[in-house]
Each structure stands twice: as structure tokens, then as C-alpha cells.
């Protein structure tokens, strides 16, 4: 084993190597926030005629599958923030705070992710699109998801703005 | 943060790097064209240090993954392996970064074809490698970053003159996209695109890809085994979606719209309707097919065949050939113990039944069941399916329905045909013999990674088509 130092110079010749090799270099857009995280509620009715299993978003969670049964609802909390590129475009970002957020919840690009069985069907994902309206003052911070039958895969069940 | 929400982060801003340089050099008042490209015609980049934790990102330094030398005189096929926590291996996140660039870049032939034109070009990048329902969403944001940005710059909306011009995979993305911005009456449709064209998109599926569960695929076989390939095939979960369809999306009366005569797979031996997504059937698998992402691939089939409201439908087209008479149009799958399958002394289950294609996508296969057959045209000189974004006969079809809004007439394309290169506005594939003599000489080291003839753009072409995994 080499020793520490050595390990670091180790890393750092590896490193220089790889990116004498091939590696390139890519601009440094670190992300800043733009005002407050702004708290957000999903409330997830199943109106179906079978239960509704939401499980944990992440793989190897120690949370247990959340089960909604058939005319009941549940409420998931989730946080977004808004996020500012430095570079001259200045792009903004719609950003879930995970930490801040339901453990059922998980963001893929632009949507808030779920995924759910349907009875004993087959995992599905819920799909919430998200939006930069959502961090207006006059939005609502309570959204209401009546899912009356399973929805298409890839399709969102509810957009969060026009 | 999560993994999940740091490679988030970073395919937004590397999707970010693209709009912006598109952006500054956008022409107003010209047609744009948004190429959604085919499995495996998209640059991925992995990172050079592994994910750790929030300070980790973003990283300084990528590394080309998809495509690059070392895929030969290396092993970077190892490092496309996506773990079953749904990570990339090691840890090192990997993102898509546009069009394949590697001494052959893909799609050239469609760029030049257009920039030539004064048209704006640009290609959305998504990792084939994982669910078509990720990189529609990540299109829906790349839409909304585009027109933002060009307005800001340029003060024009370039979405409702904006073509989505998809070839193989990219319309499957593509399709997934559109019936997730239609809403059930595909209002204001015109805000998003002006049309969507696909090219040899297989809507049904594809008779290739099933047989890389079992045999893997040449010639990446040479360098890292059948079994090896095969595996690593079985880990990526987006391209289980590629195999011909479950039998509730290509149901009887699918078929009769497609002209489809029977179910494409049957059993060797009863004749039967064999589903290679019914689990009755997971058995003749081998253990490295993941049956989760098996039951995710019906899920978006599903969404695939749905049909899409009528204005949206309305600006649907597809381009596709029928001119390869020996692709495989149809399968025979024999049964087999999946568990005690070897690669390296079993032969293939599967066996192709020859019919009309492109050589890889049945002709059957590359139409919506619901598009009209006046949004249909049928290639007459172009004939292989990798080449088909660049062939001149396509693009002349595409350029015509920009312009006039609908299909051209046969006789017109040949017109235009006539006055540009043959067979490929691209890099032209080196000949399979050629290709055969320097792989061999690869594999036995007498020709290196640093050798001239290594980077013979010729030869990687033909490989690149070659080495799919999708």
C-alpha cells in the first residue's frame, strides 16, 4: 500500500496522464441559487379501484412502500429550488432539494418522478411536470393528483404549468 | 445529493453548452432542424473522477466513453455497464454530449446537407443507454432552453418553424415526447414543432437486437467475448425496448394496419406467437437479462403505440426503405434453458425470417399504425439503414416537405437526387474485408493505438455501425 502522499502524487500523475490522453476539459457552470427554496405539496389521490403502492425512490432504501388504498389520498412534500448558471447565458434550472423532499419523490430532467404499482401490475412511473412558474408568488403550493387510471409511461399526470 | 439528481445536473448544463453556442450563430426567419439521433449516435462522456458527494460536481474533466479508441485497443465497453442500482459503473457519471464525434462523426452529411442551406442545425444528444421515457423529458427541457435562449439573443421563436427530424431510435424518443406535450386534444401542438419526421425509426421493434441477450455482437465479441457482451447488453435497461413488440401493442388489428399477416416471433418448434416480453417466456433467458427492465420496456411500448391526438398526428412523417430483401422481418426462438446458456458453446435460439427492410428495421416496422399512408415515403434508391440520414435521397425528401409542407413526389426527389453525390452526403464505410484485415491485425497487436492506419476514419465507420448495442 502506498502511503498517503505518495497516493495523492500517485492520483495526480494518473490524472495529469489520463488528461494529457484523451480527457477534456469542460466549462465550469457552477450552479448558484436564485432566492428562497420554495416547499411544495403533491396531494396524490387514487381513485382507481386498486391499491396504489408508491415506492422509495432511491434503489436500497430503508423506507417502506408507501400503499394508497382505493377513493384514499396521501401527501408527499417536496422542495425545488431555482438555480442561475454563471456563464453569460445565465440559464435557470428547476433543481429538487432532495434532502428537503419526500423519500418517494426523485426529479429525471424536468419531472418530479414516482413510481408506483397499480395493484399487482407491473412498477410504473408518475411523472409531475415541473416548471420556473412554480416559483411565482401568486402559485399555489398545494397541487391536487387524481389518478383515476394508470398513466402512460413517460407521459406526466400532471402539469405543474401551463 | 443524490447520484441521480447530481447527473441530473450535469446533462442539463452540458445540454445547456450546446443551446448556447447554437443559440449566438441562429439565423431568424430560416427553418430549424432538430436531429434526435439513433441508438448509439450519441457522444457519451464519463467523468473523470467517480460521484462522492455534493462538492463532486461539476467535474472538471470528461472522458470520452462513446466513441473512442479504446473501445477497440481498450476496454471501454466495460465502462458502459450501468450497475442495478440504475448508477453508472464505478460511480463515474456519464452524460451525453450531441452528436457521436470520433473520427467519424455522425450525422456530418446531415449537417452539411443543411447548413448549406443556411438552415439552423442542432442535435439533441440522450444516453441511449437508458430509458426512452428519460430522454423524452430531457428533450421537453431541451425545447423550452432552446426557444428561451434564442429569444433572448435573437428575439424570434425558432419552435413553430422547427422540423424534429428523427432517425432509428431518436423516433421512438421522439414519439414519447410528442404524446407527453399533447394532452388529450394536442392543442397548440404548433408551439412545440412544425412537423415531426422520422427515418427508419422500427415503431415495432427490430429483429437485431434480441440475439445480443444470447450471442453478443460482433466484432466486439473479438476483443471482449461473447459472454462479456452479451452481458453488458443486459445491463443497459433502455434498449430492451428495441426487440419486436409485446403482442398487446401489435395486437391483430395493428398488424392488419402494418400489413403484418402474424406475430413476428414464433416458437421454433409449435409455430406459436413467442413474446419476448411475456414472462411465460423469461425462462429461455439467460441470468444477465434483467426481467425489471423487461417489464419497463412494455410500459413504454405502451406509450409508443398509443395513438396521438389528431392535430399532432396531422404533422407526423416517415421516411423508411424497403429495399434490403434479406433483413429480418420475423424471428423463430427456439426454447432454451436460459439459466445454462454459454454464449461461447451454445448456438443462437434465434433465427431471422428474410423480408423487406433497411436492412436492420422491417419495413413493416417503420410506421405508426395510425399515420397516414400519404405521410409515408418510401425510399427508391436508399437502402441501408445506418446511412439513411445522410443519403441524399432522404435529405432532398426532408428539404421538400420543409419547404412545400408536404411529401414530394417520387419523380421529384430523383431530380434532385440527381445533382448531389451518390449513396452517402458522409463518411463512406470502408469494405468489409478491409474492415475484416484491420480488426484481425488489432486483435493480434500488430497494429496499435498509435499507428496512423488506427485511426482510419473509413474502417471506424464501419465498425460504429457494426458494434451496436441498440
Known amino acids: 500500500m502506498l502511503n498517503s502522499p505518495h497516493r495523492k502524487l500517485a492520483a495526480s500523475l494518473a490524472l495529469l496522464l489520463l488528461a494529457v490522453a484523451c480527457a477534456h476539459h469542460v466549462d465550469q457552470r457552477p450552479n448558484k441559487p436564485v432566492g428562497a427554496d420554495v416547499a411544495q405539496t403533491l396531494v396524490l389521490a387514487n381513485d382507481t379501484a386498486n391499491a396504489l403502492t408508491i415506492m422509495p425512490a432511491l434503489t436500497g432504501s430503508a423506507k417502506p412502500p408507501l400503499i394508497v388504498q382505493p377513493a384514499q389520498q396521501t401527501t408527499l412534500g417536496f422542495t425545488i429550488r431555482l438555480e442561475e448558471n454563471v456563464s453569460a447565458g445565465r440559464e435557470r434550472e428547476v433543481v429538487l432539494v432532495p434532502e428537503e423532499s419526500s423519500a418517494y419523490v426523485t426529479q429525471s430532467a424536468i419531472d418530479l418522478l414516482m413510481k408506483a404499482r397499480f395493484g399487482n401490475g407491473p412498477a410504473r412511473e408518475i411523472r409531475v411536470r415541473l416548471g420556473k412558474c412554480l416559483f411565482g408568488s401568486s402559485q399555489s403550493a398545494t397541487h391536487d393528483l387524481h389518478l383515476k387510471k394508470p398513466p402512460l409511461s413517460g407521459v406526466p399526470a400532471l402539469q405543474l404549468c401551463p | 445529493m443524490s447520484y441521480e439528481t447530481a447527473r441530473n445536473h450535469e446533462i442539463h448544463d452540458a445540454h445547456q453548452r450546446l443551446i448556447d453556442a447554437f443559440a449566438k450563430s441562429y439565423r431568424c426567419g430560416q427553418p430549424t432542424i432538430v436531429l434526435l439521433p439513433g441508438g448509439m449516435g450519441s457522444h457519451l462522456d464519463r467523468s473523470a473522477l467517480a460521484y462522492k458527494n455534493d462538492q463532486s460536481i461539476p467535474f472538471a474533466l470528461y472522458d470520452p466513453v462513446w466513441m473512442d479508441v479504446e473501445m477497440i485497443f481498450g476496454r471501454d465497453l466495460e465502462l458502459l455497464r450501468i450497475e442495478e442500482t440504475g448508477h453508472d459503473a464505478g460511480e463515474h457519471i456519464i452524460i451525453p454530449t450531441g452528436p457521436l464525434q470520433f473520427l467519424v462523426n455522425a450525422y456530418d452529411g446531415t449537417r452539411r446537407f443543411f447548413e448549406d442551406l ?353
Not at chain 2, 429569444?151 to 423516433?171: E, F, I, M, V, Y
Open chain 2, 118 to 470: 443556411g438552415w439552423n442545425y442542432i442535435v439533441f444528444g440522450y444516453d441511449w443507454r437508458r430509458s426512452l421515457e428519460e430522454a423524452a423529458s430531457q428533450l421537453t427541457e431541451f425545447l423550452v432552453n432552446l426557444r428561451d435562449r434564442v429569444k433572448d439573443l435573437r428575439d424570434c421563436d425558432p419552435l413553430p418553424t422547427t422540423t424534429l427530424l428523427a432517425h432509428s431510435q431518436g423516433g421512438l424518443v421522439g414519439k414519447i415526447f410528442l404524446q407527453s406535450i399533447s394532452g388529450d386534444d394536442g392543442r397548440g401542438i404548433g408551439l412545440w414543432m412544425d412537423r415531426f419526421v422520422t427515418i427508419g425509426t422500427p415503431f415495432y421493434g427490430t429483429s437485431s437486437h434480441q440475439d445480443r441477450y444470447y450471442q453478443g455482437q460482433s466484432p466486439l465479441n473479438i476483443f471482449y467475448g461473447k459472454r462479456r457482451v452479451a452481458e453488458i447488453a443486459g445491463s443497459l435497461p433502455g434498449p430492451y425496448v428495441l426487440m419486436f413488440a409485446d403482442q398487446s401493442a401489435l395486437d391483430a388489428g395493428t398488424q392488419a394496419k402494418l400489413g403484418l399477416g402474424s406475430y413476428p416471433i414464433t416458437d421454433s418448434a409449435t409455430g406459436a406467437p413467442a413474446d419476448p416480453y411475456d414472462s411465460a417466456n423469461f425462462s429461455r433467458y439467460p441470468s444477465w437479462v434483467n426481467t425489471t427492465a423487461l417489464e419497463d420496456a412494455v410500459l413504454a411500448r405502451e406509450t409508443i403505440a398509443a395513438d396521438l391526438p389528431q392535430p399532432v398526428a396531422d404533422r407526423v412523417f416517415h421516411i423508411r426503405s424497403g429495399l434490403n430483401a434479406a433483413t429480418a422481418t420475423g424471428l423463430k426462438w427456439d426454447t432454451v434453458e436460459g439459466a445454462s446458456y454459454n454464449p461461447a458453446s451454445a448456438p443462437s435460439p434465434i433465427t431471422g425470417i428474410a423480408g423487406s427492410g433497411d436492412g436492420t428495421v422491417p419495413f413493416w416496422s417503420a410506421r405508426l399504425a395510425q399515420t397516414l399512408d400519404a405521410q409515408i415515403y418510401d425510399l427508391a434508391h436508399a437502402g441501408d439503414h445506418g446511412g439513411l440520414a445522410e443519403h441524399p435521397e432522404t435529405l432532398s425528401v426532408v428539404r421538400k416537405l420543409v419547404e412545400k409542407g408536404t411529401l414530394p413526389k417520387p419523380a421529384a426527389v430523383a431530380t434532385a437526387v440527381a445533382a448531389l453525390p451518390a449513396v452517402t452526403l458522409g463518411t463512406p464505410k470502408a469494405s468489409p474485408a478491409k474492415t475484416s484485415k484491420w480488426i484481425a491485425a488489432a486483435r493480434a497487436g500488430t497494429l496499435k493505438k498509435g499507428d496512423s492506419r488506427a485511426n482510419d476514419p473509413e474502417v471506424w465507420r464501419r465498425i460504429l455501425e457494426e458494434a451496436q448495442l441498440c
